[in-house]
């Protein structure tokens, strides 16, 4: 059953077309990631998915309420981490969670019980009564996560809630949203970093320049691209081998197997170990120096980079 | 409800955990009100002194007697040449001299008491009055002791000058200085004018919200836009309260000011701080950033309160101002302030001022409205 349904989404502002026509759905239960690079058009999209932007076209159902025509209602069933650490710094962590607690309808011993359980669960327990201006940016992060499960929520969105913080709350806060799922809550995740949406999500949709680019499990995506490694190379320069390396990757001799860009030559293929040795010889044959060489599992990033010829974090 | 309360709670547990606003709205302008309260009472303490040229005749001394009636004025008794002298280096506001044929000068409808001075300060004007005063009651005692023949001149005089009745002058000389309204308006100018700073500063935290994320948090979540514009609003109001009755209070026990009848005062000063909402929100809608709203903010507050007769009284500028001061709502804020607390409560006069101030509050709200996006 689809928990969220997304179609035709299309977003402008002005002359410009942050969203372009883009349609996905979500299951009950099931965690999905909205994967791109900086200012490919998920957090417009995920603003329109909380009712905070009207959508210029398309329509977007959540639990089966038209989040255009009753956003409030629609509201009611979401719970929503911005990008921005979204809580007034000059309250203590308690009074941020019990604030955003009442914009629920939470009161009295069931708001109290919540925060306690939430401050348990990011946490926080012991920090509970600290301003939140004296926590460093995961702990602050945990709290942004708290206070939009504290009315538990059955689908939480969640808009790149790892940016600029340490491996160690990283870490907890992807612990915690697995969890989460795992308890049965929807998860709608958008970042542009591939490790943390291999790890937690079921579904993956990569979005480019505003498009929904590709959409499926991430074995789906993988076989999407022949399930193919990555040879990277380093270059002390560009050179000139792109033919020549076209025909020795026989039968694969398309212009997205083979990419160079800022000296690192990329070469997509099944067997990377086979044709290394080959490969080697034919770049350094003119002279060109090689600094480093890398083989890398077919992976998200592979995906990204496959079928936009860009890096995830360019 | 519940989410009205607790977005107004909250803005009020911010402000009291910002030390900055509380130096804006409380700490700034009890100095400021400390210090021109202060000033004030000292200036009424040190008398304007006068010098009196006069012989020693009977007559001489009670005029000097009736003089001395009014007690806003030191009045010392001195030789011409030091009276000159006083005049010159400005020790003294004036010199006035008893002539020694004063009944000759009645008789001749002639000026009856010469007055030297350098020239005309506030002091003096303030006086003039009080020797016309003198000299008419001269001339009336003058003629009574004529047409009735039974007493002499001197003893008119001295039953004039033991008579409460001559202190007539007292009410024109306190028009000048130290009116205690023209003290409370000054102080209820200032509560207004740090009202601004203070609101306009909170209201501009919207700017911050928007920026810092919590505002685009609070319109995902199931509070309506208008629940969320109450909360604000009875926030902010409360905080102009607040600061209003804290300077009040702090104001009253420093320098014993009265604030008039609380009836109209309350709902009055509740119009008053609903439009300086007004005018902080208006300013927060109109600006992208906190930096600008302080910065446009201050040029408005300051050269509106200069014309709305924040600063000093509005019948002090020429005509031309006081028609430009009915532009600002400062103006009509002080007007009904002040006709509250001198207790004239003059209706028609507390209706304009009531009428004006709820047009500007409404136009300050409609401008905020458009300016603050909800999106």
């Given amino acids: 059953m689809n928990i969220l349904n997304v179609q035709e989404l299309g977003k402008s502002f002005g002359k410009f077309e942050a969203v372009k026509g883009v349609s996905f759905s979500v299951e009950k239960g099931e965690s999905f990631s909205l994967l791109g690079p900086n200012g490919a058009g998920k957090s417009t999209t995920i603003n329109m998915i909380t009712g905070l932007y009207p959508p210029t076209s398309g329509s977007i159902q959540i639990t089966g309420v038209d989040v255009i025509k009753n956003p409030k209602q629609a509201q009611k069933s979401i719970g ?3 990008q921005e650490i979204a809580l007034y710094e000059t309250l203590s962590a308690r009074e941020n969670l019990k604030f955003w607690g009442r914009m629920y309808d939470l009161s009295g011993n069931a708001l109290e019980k919540v925060v306690d359980e939430v401050l348990e669960i990011i946490g926080l327990t012991d920090r509970a009564k600290d301003k939140v201006s004296t926590f460093s940016g995961g702990m602050k992060r945990r709290v942004n996560i708290g206070a939009a499960i504290l009315h538990k929520p059955e689908v939480l969105i969640m808009d790149e809630p790892t940016v600029g913080i340490d491996p160690q709350s990283r870490n907890h806060i992807l612990e915690t949203v697995k969890r989460l799922n ?3 809550m929807t998860i709608i995740y958008t970042s542009h970093y591939m490790e943390e949406v291999e790890y937690l999500c079921e579904r993956i949709g990569i979005i480019d320049h505003g498009e929904l680019i590709a959409c499926g499990t991430l074995r789906e ?5 022949g399930d193919r490694s990555r040879i990277i190379i380093s270059l002390d320069n560009e050179g000139s081998h792109h033919l020549e390396i076209s025909s020795l990757l026989e039968g694969l001799a398309v212009e997205k197997d083979i990419l160079i860009k800022d000296k690192l ?3 997509f293929h099944k067997e990377p170990q086979a044709i290394l040795s080959e490969l080697i010889q034919l770049v350094t044959k003119d002279g060109t120096k090689i600094t480093s060489v890398e083989i890398v599992e077919p992976n998200l990033e592979s995906v990204f980079l496959h079928l936009t010829g860009r890096s995830l974090r360019n | 409800m519940r989410r009205i309360l607790a977005i107004a709670w909250l803005h009020l547990k911010e402000l009291f955990k910002s030390p900055g606003t509380l130096v804006m709205m409380f700490i700034l302008p009890g100095l400021f009100g400390w210090i021109f309260g202060g000033i ?4 009424g303490q040190t008398k304007p002194v006068i010098d009196v040229v006069m012989n020693e005749e009977e007559h001489s001394t009670e005029i000097f007697n009736l003089l001395k009636q009014n007690e806003h004025y030191q009045w010392n008794k001195a030789t011409l040449k030091e009276a000159k002298e006083h ?15 004063i009944q000759q000068k009645v008789v001749e409808n002639q000026p009856l008491l010469d007055v030297i001075l350098r020239s005309k300060t506030e002091d003096y004007l303030a006086l003039e009055p009080h020797l016309q005063g003198t000299a008419n009651l001269i001339i009336r005692i003058h003629h009574t002791v004529e047409e009735s023949n039974s007493t002499t001149l001197p003893d008119m005089l001295e039953a004039a000058a ?17 009116n205690p309204v023209e003290m409370n308006l000054m102080f209820v100018g200032f509560a207004i004018m740090f009202m601004m700073f203070g609101l306009s500063g909170a209201a501009s935290t919207i700017l911050d919200e928007r920026i810092g994320g919590t505002w685009g948090r609070l319109m995902v979540t199931p509070a309506s836009k208008l629940q969320i514009s109450l909360g604000y609003l009875i926030a902010y109001f409360l905080m102009g309260w607040i600061q209003f009755s804290v300077l009040m209070i702090a104001m009253n026990l420093l320098f014993e000011t009265t604030w008039g009848n609380l009836t109209y005062m309350i709902p009055f000063a509740s119009l008053v701080i609903l439009c300086v909402v007004g005018f902080g929100l208006m300013i927060a ?11 446009i903010g201050a040029v408005l507050i300051v050269s509106t309160c200069m014309l709305g007769g924040v600063y000093w009284s509005i019948d002090l500028v020429p005509e031309f101002m006081q028609k430009i001061s009915l532009a600002v709502p400062q103006s009509w804020a002080m007007s009904g302030f002040k006709e509250i607390i001198s207790g004239s409560l003059h209706p028609a006069t507390l209706i304009k001022d009531t009428l004006a101030l709820l047009g500007f509050t409404a136009g300050f709200f409609l401008i905020a409205i458009r300016g603050i996006t909800f999106k």
Avoid: F
């Avoid at chain 2, 004030?40 to 200036?43: A, L, Q, T, V």
């Avoid at chain 2, 809608?285 to 910065?295: F, L, N, R």
């Fill in chain 1, 80 to 82: 929503v981490v911005p």
């Fill in chain 1, 182 to 184: 795992n308890e049965g």
């Fill in chain 1, 221 to 225: 995506l993988r076989e999407s691209i």
């Fill in chain 1, 265 to 267: 030559l990329t070469v």
């Fill in chain 2, 40 to 43: 004030s009472i000292e200036s």
């Fill in chain 2, 87 to 101: 005049v010159e280096e400005q020790d003294t506001v004036a010199a006035v001299v008893i002539p020694t044929d």
């Fill in chain 2, 162 to 178: 033991t008579s409460k009745g001559v202190a007539i002058e007292k009410q024109t000389i306190q028009k000048d200085g130290n």
């Fill in chain 2, 285 to 295: 809608g109109m600006v992208k950033t906190k930096q600008q709203a302080g910065a």
